[in-house]
T-cell receptor, first 116, second 115 residues
Framework: NAGVMQNPRHLVRRRGQEARLRCSPMKGHSHVYWYRQLPEEGLKFMVYLQKENIIDESGMPKERFSAEFPKEGPSILRIQQVVRGDSAAYFC??????????????FGQGTRLTVV | KQEVTQIPAALSVPEGENLVLNCSFTDSAIYNLQWFRQDPGKGLTSLLLIQSSQREQTSGRLNASLDKSSGRSTLYIAASQPGDSATYLCAVKGRANFGNEKLTFGTGTRLTIIP
């Protein structure tokens, strides 16, 4: 059972370009979470998705950022018109159906976005 | 709003020593607390998960405790080894987020074990 798979591992974009980050959850997991880790800062929640639904996007910047988790295929975090401040490590986590107390979050290796 | 603090931000100890990392959180209404390890440029590896009804969990040389009422958790590492050098993160899943298993993270403790 492969873990949470993120690609690409490293992504370089020029200012104004679009960045697409992909996340395939663990097999059997239907909940996907995206987190962002800015340099020298902790991980901050961005968005929580289930298949074809955005459940909580309270951590997403209001502009330029969007996320989806289609019925088929990986979850996508899209950043339009990237700026230098978007440079960060973006992590995806997945979990199975809600288990509350005993549900463990499993994280991918992250995508490190550098905007030049 | 839940806030998670980890002290110290960095710690260096000689190999073989036992050590304790601290984590505190402001809202005691949590479902669980998870300790992670992060190596430079890598992802997060889950070390231990303590449910809100539990007091501690152990895995090998690691022991994590939870005092929910005081909003504190500790991660105890016995007989430290150079391979333990990493950043250790704690994260809580709050009851305010029923149905949403998002985690609130601390900023981590960067641990260096000196050979």
């Amino acid at each position: 059972n492969a873990g949470v798979m993120q690609n690409p591992r490293h992504l370089v974009r020029r200012r104004g370009q679009e960045a697409r980050l992909r996340c395939s959850p663990m097999k059997g997991h239907s909940h996907v979470y995206w987190y962002r880790q800015l340099p020298e800062e902790g991980l901050k929640f961005m968005v929580y998705l289930q298949k074809e639904n955005i459940i909580d996007e309270s951590g997403m910047p209001k502009e330029r950022f969007s996320a989806e988790f289609p019925k088929e295929g990986p979850s996508i975090l899209r950043i339009q018109q990237v700026v230098r401040g978007d440079s960060a490590a973006y992590f995806c986590a997945s979990s199975p159906t809600q288990g509350l107390e005993n549900t463990e979050a499993f994280f991918g290796q992250g995508t490190r976005l550098t905007v030049v | 709003k839940q806030e998670v603090t980890q002290i110290p931000a960095a710690l260096s100890v000689p190999e073989g020593e036992n050590l304790v990392l601290n984590c505190s959180f402001t809202d005691s209404a949590i479902y669980n607390l998870q300790w992670f390890r992060q190596d430079p440029g890598k992802g997060l590896t889950s070390l231990l998960l303590i449910q809100s009804s539990q007091r501690e969990q152990t895995s090998g040389r690691l022991n994590a405790s939870l005092d929910k009422s005081s909003g504190r958790s500790t991660l105890y590492i016995a007989a430290s080894q150079p391979g333990d050098s990493a950043t250790y993160l704690c994260a809580v899943k709050g009851r305010a987020n029923f149905g949403n298993e998002k985690l609130t993270f601390g900023t981590g403790t960067r641990l260096t074990i000196i050979p």
